[in-house]
């Protein structure tokens, strides 16, 4: 367990515009910073940082909070393993406890897998480096191919013994479950046989972008042909292929510095690149490259190269690959390799120098790449030609902006020596036939939602009618708690006493017994009465750093929603600039109006229960209701009056 002293030494060095840098690339708008959201698909940027307040607030999924939550959102880290990440990020040693059984029991089945993963890196790197099976088989091939002690370093390279289950035995020595070496894919058992995965292979780990390790490639150094050349972990809860970039935690930052993406298919491709100086680099790891891996490049960069195998396999990869990325709104470039490189070998033939002189010489925008590869087979056949005209107008058509659009129709138009009027008709047709698929997809799918028999809901939701009201009420405590807005004059004395809006706010709420149904507000109205003559207390930090991520994200949210004037306010000569300064009349309308709900609320539930006395002829408790009723329609009548409302009796 971590100390609360240095909880609070992580939370005052975490800088919010620091960490979501990390994953996010992040440009200045204002006070405020902007940047694409991590957490949902969006081409326009919606996820804001506040440097000041120290709080996210994405305005398109709605996700906001301080910096613990958001490694804790995008990483699904537990609130002790997001503040140990901000520690290691900030170098904060951390003093805790040690674990009690119970409490590594109550760890969740993907942090257990987490833990499972990292021993077993730590175990075959020390086991590549230190035992003589590592060096001697690992090691030397690693060296042959001349990857350098700083690679293996940096990329955490290692070596699984080559033996039946030499790697379970010694995690399970170490108290490692064999529940979770299953799920990880390290160890594979059947029945009562029981295998490592990856024995004999050098291993390549597979990092997510926080640097944590979630998968392993094993790469077998047997000749046997009917043995896999390569060998990855299988999916799991950590590790899910096709949203996965191998390289993408050590090419992060590059990418964002640089502003552009290499994308290879291979570990050593990878490898290559930065043992040449490009670590911009990352690898779609052999599989064919997904939607999900292209929106994670891009969270970084909006501009990829892909760098593919120059033989026949590689080049379908890269007109694949393609389309899928111009559809996203990225700008794709290719780099055509000679036949028979790929992107290691033929990094490993030259000096960094070279390589880069090579890149700027060699990439080339798709269309150009298109029009030379295509036209080999083309020579003066028109058919032919055409096709690869269709082929070309097919990748321009994906294209979601309209200017980038034009600019390629205009070089296909020079450079196929074809009318750009008869480019944008085909274009149209392009797009109208995909617009009539898509309606035909949802009009299927409308059919099928109204042909399925609805799952009737048994666990009813609670809901809460003063939401908007409870959220204004504690915005405003979270902003002047401490501010002293009103003044009283003591009867007696003719003395003029002062008091904050957390007395005035709390101590109205207290007296007319007003409760919120939501667990979050109560809890925040709790903690503020506690704290109300303590005037150290800063409500802003405490419940933005809150250790509950529920109360931190409900507070940031708060704290990061628009103002908007209210009409009712406006009345009143309220305006958004001087909030601050109209405290005096803002607060009690605001506190009227909630009170005047719960009043209404109120009355519902008596015109119900009189109803129902009514039916069952209970005629003293039918009077009893009706004077409550009076009484609360009197209360009605004098809060409408005092917030400026017309009643109707």
């Not at 036939?433 to 009813?460: F, G, M, N, W, Y």
Request: charged share 30%; glycine share 6%.
């Amino acid at each position: 367990m971590i100390d609360s002293a240095t909880i609070g030494r992580i939370l005052d060095t975490a800088n919010i515009s620091d960490v979501v840098s990390e994953f996010v690339t992040l440009k200045k708008r204002g006070v405020n910073q902007l940047g694409l959201c991590p957490f949902h698909n969006e081409k326009t940027p919606s996820f804001t940082v506040s440097p000041a307040k120290g709080i996210f607030k994405c305005f398109g999924c709605g996700k906001g909070g301080n910096s613990v939550n958001f490694i804790m959102e995008l990483e699904q880290l537990s609130y002790p393993d997001a503040l140990r990440w901000l520690a290691k990020k900030y170098h904060i040693e951390l003093e805790e406890k040690e674990e009690t059984q119970e409490e590594k029991m109550l760890k969740d089945e993907r942090e257990s897998m987490m833990i499972v993963s990292a021993f077993a890196q730590k175990y075959f790197s020390k086991y590549l480096l230190n035992e003589n099976e590592g060096r001697t088989v690992g090691l030397s091939y690693l060296r042959e191919r001349g990857i350098r002690d700083d690679i293996i370093s940096k990329f955490e390279l290692g070596f699984c013994p080559d033996g039946k289950d030499l790697f379970t035995q010694a995690a399970q020595r170490e108290g490692y479950k064999m529940e979770f070496l299953e799920k990880t894919g390290l160890t594979i058992k059947r029945d009562d046989w029981i295998r490592d995965r990856f024995g004999g292979r050098v291993i390549f780990p597979v990092h997510n972008v926080a640097g944590r390790v979630i998968a392993f490639g094993g790469r077998t150094l047997t000749n046997d042909k009917k043995v896999a050349k390569y060998l990855n972990s299988p999916e799991s809860e950590i590790y899910h292929k096709g949203r996965t970039l191998y390289g993408i935690y050590q090419a992060k930052r590059d990418i964002t510095r640089l502003d552009k993406c290499y994308l290879v298919e291979g570990y050593t491709d990878v490898l290559a690149f930065h043992q040449a100086g490009i670590e911009n680099v990352v690898a779609s790891s052999g599989t064919s490259l997904t939607i999900e891996q292209i929106r994670l490049i891009r969270r970084f960069s909006p501009n990829i190269t892909i760098v593919y195998d120059g033989d026949e396999a590689g080049i379908k990869a890269s007109l694949r690959g393609i389309d899928m990325v111009l559809e996203e709104g990225i700008n794709v470039k290719v780099l055509p390799l000679p036949r028979g490189e790929d992107p290691d070998s033929f990094a490993r033939s030259m000096s960094a120098s070279q390589l880069t002189e090579y890149i700027k010489e060699k990439e080339t925008d798709f269309i150009k790449f298109k029009t030379q590869l295509l036209m080999e087979t083309v020579e003066n056949d028109p058919v032919s030609k055409a096709r690869l005209i269709n082929e070309i107008v097919h990748s321009i058509s994906v294209i979601p902006d309209t200017i980038t659009r034009t600019i390629y129709i205009k070089e296909c138009s020079r450079l196929m020596d074809v009318q750009e009027v008869v480019l944008y008709s085909e274009i149209r047709k392009i797009q109208n036939k995909q617009s009539e698929d898509h309606t035909r997809k949802e009009l299927q799918e409308i059919q099928v939602r109204a042909t399925t028999p609805v799952t009737p809901v048994t666990e009813k939701k609670i809901t809460n009618p003063f939401e908007t009201e409870e959220r204004e009420i504690i915005r405003i405590l979270l902003k002047y708690f401490h501010q002293e807005a009103f003044e009283f004059e003591d009867e007696e004395t003719h003395q003029v006493n002062k008091y904050s809006v957390g007395f005035f706010v709390l101590n109205e709420l207290h007296r007319d017994e007003l409760i919120s149904v939501n667990p979050k507000v109560k809890s925040i109205l709790s903690e503020m009465e506690k704290n109300l003559d303590n005037k150290e207390f800063d409500p802003i930090r405490f419940f933005t750093q809150h250790p509950d991520n529920e109360i931190s994200q409900y507070a940031s949210n708060l704290l990061s929603e628009k103002y908007f004037q209210s009409k009712r306010w406006s009345r009143g000569g309220a305006f958004v600039e001087s909030e601050s300064d109209l405290l005096y009349l803002l607060v009690p309308k605001l506190v009227q109006e909630y009170k005047l709900k719960n009043v209404k609320a109120l009355l519902k539930k008596l015109e119900n229960q009189i109803s129902e006395a009514s039916k069952n002829d209970q005629a003293e408790l039918m009077m009893d209701l009706m004077n409550q009723y009076q009484n609360l329609k009197k209360i009605v009548k004098e809060l409408s009056e005092l917030l400026g409302f017309r009643t109707i009796s």
